[in-house]
C-alpha cells in the first residue's frame, strides 16, 4: 500500500501541529485530526482535515498516528494511559512523535510499544510556527532504521532539512541540546542589548553589529528585530515550552552523569521567569523583559 493511502491520525493540532498537520494535507495525506480544543478542530475540518471528537475514534485502525504535543508525559498518556488509545491503532502501526519528550521517557515508552507490535520514531523538530508553516523547519529523526525509512518519507515533505540522529531517543536528546544552545544564544543577545543601550548605544546598531561580527547567531538574526525591538514578542514557542526543553537538557547531562555548569545555569534563569506570574504563559522572546527586570 503506498504510504498516502495509509491511515493517518494526527494528535496535537497547537501551534506547531496545525500547519505540519495541514501541509499534509497539502499533500493528499488523509489525515484524520484530535484536539482537545474543538474550535481547532472546525477549522481543520475546513482545511480539508477529519477531526474526531475523542482520541480513541481518530486512532482507531489507524496505520500511522503523529504527536505533537507539549510534553513525553502527555505523549505517554495519550498512548498508554487509562484507556490504552494506542491498541485501536492497527497492530504494527508506526508512532511518529515530533513533540519535545525526555530521550529516557522515549526509549521507555518505545520499549513498551514494541513488546505490543508497535513501533516509534522520534522526530522533533525545530524552527518555530514560521518555518512550520513553509515546510522550512530542521527536523531530527531517532529510531529503529526500517521505522525511519517508512517515517522519512512523510518527514522529508514537512522540512528543509532531516537528521538522522541514529537510536531511539536520540533525537529528543538532541532537540533538548539544540534549544539549550539557542536559550543561552537568545539571553546573551538580550544581555548585551540590555548593557549596550544602557551605556548609549542604539539598539539597532547593537543588533547589526552583533549580525556582521562573530557574535550573530540566530537570535541575533531572526529574534531581536522582529520580535523584541518590536515590542511583538509573538514567535510562536512558550517561555515555560523553552524551560522544559532546558530542564530535559539538565536531565540528559545528569542521566549520562556529566557535570556542566552552563546547563544548569541556564534552567535555572529560565525557570525562574516562568515562575513569574507576568511571564507564565509568555512567548519565549519576552525572556528579555524578564532580563530586563531583574537587572
Given at each position: 500500500?503506498?504510504?498516502?493511502?495509509?491511515?493517518?491520525?494526527?494528535?496535537?493540532?497547537?501551534?506547531?501541529?496545525?500547519?505540519?498537520?495541514?501541509?499534509?494535507?497539502?499533500?493528499?495525506?488523509?489525515?484524520?485530526?484530535?484536539?482537545?480544543?474543538?474550535?481547532?478542530?472546525?477549522?481543520?475540518?475546513?482545511?480539508?482535515?477529519?477531526?474526531?471528537?475523542?482520541?480513541?475514534?481518530?486512532?482507531?485502525?489507524?496505520?500511522?498516528?503523529?504527536?505533537?504535543?507539549?510534553?513525553?508525559?502527555?505523549?505517554?498518556?495519550?498512548?498508554?494511559?487509562?484507556?490504552?488509545?494506542?491498541?485501536?491503532?492497527?497492530?504494527?502501526?508506526?508512532?511518529?512523535?515530533?513533540?519535545?519528550?525526555?530521550?529516557?521517557?522515549?526509549?521507555?515508552?518505545?520499549?513498551?510499544?514494541?513488546?505490543?507490535?508497535?513501533?516509534?520514531?522520534?522526530?522533533?523538530?525545530?524552527?518555530?510556527?514560521?518555518?512550520?508553516?513553509?515546510?522550512?523547519?530542521?527536523?531530527?529523526?531517532?529510531?529503529?532504521?526500517?521505522?525511519?525509512?517508512?517515517?522519512?518519507?512523510?518527514?522529508?515533505?514537512?522540512?528543509?532539512?532531516?537528521?538522522?540522529?541514529?537510536?531511539?531517543?536520540?533525537?529528543?536528546?538532541?532537540?533538548?541540546?539544540?534549544?539549550?544552545?539557542?536559550?543561552?544564544?537568545?539571553?546573551a543577545a538580550c544581555e548585551a542589548l540590555i548593557v549596550g543601550k544602557k551605556f548609549?548605544?542604539?539598539?539597532?546598531?547593537?543588533?547589526?553589529?552583533?549580525?556582521?561580527?562573530?557574535?550573530?547567531?540566530?537570535?541575533?538574526?531572526?529574534?531581536?528585530?522582529?520580535?523584541?525591538?518590536?515590542?511583538?514578542?509573538?514567535?510562536?514557542?512558550?517561555?515555560?515550552?523553552?524551560?522544559?526543553?532546558?530542564?530535559?537538557?539538565?536531565?540528559?547531562?545528569?542521566?549520562?552523569?556529566?557535570?556542566?555548569?552552563?546547563?544548569?545555569?541556564?534552567?535555572?534563569?529560565?525557570?525562574?521567569?516562568?515562575?513569574?506570574?507576568?511571564?507564565?504563559?509568555?512567548?519565549?522572546?519576552?525572556?528579555?523583559?524578564?532580563?530586563?527586570?531583574?537587572?
Open positions: 500500500m503506498h504510504i498516502k493511502n495509509k491511515k493517518m491520525t494526527f494528535i496535537g493540532l497547537g501551534k506547531m501541529g496545525f500547519p505540519i498537520a495541514n501541509n499534509l494535507i497539502k499533500l493528499n495525506y488523509k489525515i484524520n485530526g484530535f484536539d482537545i480544543d474543538p474550535k481547532i478542530g472546525k477549522k481543520f475540518e475546513k482545511n480539508g482535515g477529519t477531526s474526531l471528537s475523542t482520541l480513541r475514534k481518530a486512532i482507531s485502525n489507524s496505520d500511522i498516528i503523529i504527536t505533537m504535543l507539549p510534553d513525553g508525559k502527555i505523549v505517554n498518556e495519550v498512548l498508554l494511559g487509562k484507556n490504552q488509545n494506542v491498541f485501536k491503532a492497527r497492530l504494527g502501526a508506526l508512532i511518529i512523535d515530533m513533540s519535545s519528550s525526555n530521550p529516557f521517557g522515549t526509549i521507555t515508552l518505545g520499549e513498551k510499544l514494541k513488546k505490543r507490535g508497535y513501533s516509534l520514531v522520534d522526530a522533533p523538530v525545530s524552527g518555530g510556527v514560521k518555518r512550520a508553516t513553509n515546510a522550512s523547519m530542521a527536523i531530527m529523526i531517532g529510531g529503529e532504521k526500517k521505522d525511519k525509512k517508512i517515517a522519512k518519507k512523510i518527514l522529508q515533505n514537512l522540512g528543509r532539512s532531516v537528521f538522522d540522529t541514529g537510536f531511539l531517543g536520540s533525537a529528543h536528546a538532541m532537540k533538548a541540546l539544540n534549544n539549550y544552545v539557542s536559550a543561552c544564544g537568545l539571553v548609549g548605544i542604539k539598539d539597532q546598531t547593537i543588533i547589526d553589529v552583533l549580525n556582521t561580527s562573530t557574535g550573530k547567531n540566530n537570535s541575533t538574526e531572526t529574534k531581536m528585530k522582529e520580535f523584541i525591538l518590536s515590542g511583538k514578542f509573538s514567535s510562536g514557542f512558550d517561555m515555560k515550552l523553552m524551560a522544559k526543553d532546558l530542564f530535559t537538557a539538565l536531565d540528559l547531562v545528569k542521566g549520562v552523569e556529566l557535570n556542566l555548569a552552563g546547563i544548569k545555569t541556564a534552567s535555572e534563569i529560565w525557570s525562574r521567569a516562568t515562575r513569574l506570574k507576568e511571564f507564565s504563559d509568555s512567548d519565549h522572546t519576552e525572556i528579555f523583559k524578564y532580563l530586563s527586570k531583574i537587572s
